[in-house]
């Protein structure tokens, strides 16, 4: 297995396709996602572009859909719901189909969508990840950090971190980033809430009151499931 990070979905090279992506966004899209999931949403659809979130979703029953906007870490109009892990709780989204779009997130999924598999992975369901990683023995593998529009994150390559440093004795790295990464990871590890409240965006989520989903973002190993992209969106 060969771990290569990008911090951005801009920095995924334009040649070449892994045998597996993982996008991260830990503030808060992948986080979300896994939340979602493990409540029991049907699956999620993500979106680049909202008019697209809109018309393709147009075609669901509106009982079974949840439109998912957020744009600078706030609710789209017309959206049924921003990007708060909290509001996917399995009364709201069980059975039902998530149709996605945020600020960066969802941009990193879609920029992978030609890998051979593609999975999203949170702090929150790094263990899942591992052992599907484990298990399934990739050849290659990208990381895919989601940044905050074209720039660098703290949070998302210290989680790149936490994947590359729990493997590194079953992996070579293969870019300077993965091992960047892993050392993050490894001097913070014990820390990671504090890091993230130290990010950027964590301080823009500060702002936005929003001091509980970066602690929720930073808990480990809360939810066991594996988003993995399909035909019908991540299952
Ligand atoms: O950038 C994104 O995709 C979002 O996760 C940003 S926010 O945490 O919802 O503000």
């Given at each position: 297995?060969?771990?290569f990070?990008?911090?951005?979905?801009?920095?995924?090279?334009?040649?070449?396709?892994?045998?597996?992506?993982?996008?991260?966004?830990?503030?808060?899209?992948?986080t979300?996602?896994?939340?979602?999931?493990?409540?029991?949403?049907?699956?999620?659809?993500?979106?680049?572009?909202?008019?697209?979130?809109?018309?393709?979703?147009?075609?669901?029953?509106?009982?079974?859909?949840?439109?998912?906007?957020?744009?600078?870490?706030?609710?789209?109009?017309?959206?049924?719901?921003?990007?708060s892990?909290?509001?996917?709780?399995?009364?709201?989204?069980?059975?039902?189909?998530?149709?996605?779009?945020?600020?960066?997130?969802?941009?990193?999924?879609?920029?992978?969508?030609?890998?051979?598999?593609?999975?999203?992975?949170?702090?929150?369901?790094?263990?899942?990840?591992?052992?599907?990683?484990?298990?399934?023995?990739?050849?290659?593998?990208?990381?895919?950090?989601?940044?905050?529009?074209?720039?660098?994150?703290?949070?998302?390559t210290?989680c790149?971190?936490?994947?590359?440093?729990?493997?590194?004795?079953?992996?070579?790295?293969?870019?300077?980033?993965a091992?960047?990464?892993?050392?993050?990871?490894?001097?913070?590890?014990?820390?990671?809430?504090?890091?993230?409240?130290?990010?950027?965006?964590?301080?823009?989520?500060?702002?936005?009151?929003?001091?509980?989903?970066?602690?929720?973002?930073?808990?480990?190993?809360?939810?066991?499931?594996?988003?993995?992209?399909?035909?019908?969106?991540?299952?």
């Open positions: 297995m060969k771990i990070v990008y911090h951005t979905p801009e920095l995924v090279p334009a040649e070449g396709n892994p045998d597996c992506a993982i996008a991260v966004d830990i503030l808060r899209a992948t979300t996602i896994a939340t979602a999931l493990a409540a029991g949403a049907e699956g999620v659809q993500v979106f680049s572009d909202l008019d697209e979130l809109m018309r393709v979703s147009e075609a669901h029953p509106p009982e079974l859909r949840i439109r998912v906007g957020e744009r600078g870490g706030r609710t789209v109009e017309g959206c049924d719901l921003g990007n892990p909290f509001d996917f709780t399995p009364d709201v989204v069980k059975g039902k189909r998530i149709f996605m779009s945020t600020t960066n997130g969802t941009r990193s999924l879609q920029k992978v969508q030609n890998a051979k598999s593609v999975l999203a992975c949170a702090m929150i369901n790094l263990g899942s990840v591992l052992k599907y990683l484990r298990e399934t023995k990739p050849e290659t593998v990208w990381i895919v950090g989601s940044g905050w529009e074209g720039s660098y994150s703290l949070e998302d210290t790149a971190g936490a994947i590359a440093a729990n493997l590194e004795d079953e992996a070579d790295f293969g870019n300077d980033e091992v960047a990464a892993a050392t993050l990871y490894k001097a913070w590890k014990d820390e990671v809430e504090e890091l993230f409240y130290q990010a950027s965006h964590g301080k823009r989520l500060l702002k936005l009151d929003c001091a509980e989903d970066i602690a929720y973002c930073a808990k480990l190993d809360v939810v066991d499931v594996l988003p993995k992209q399909s035909s019908a969106g991540l299952l």
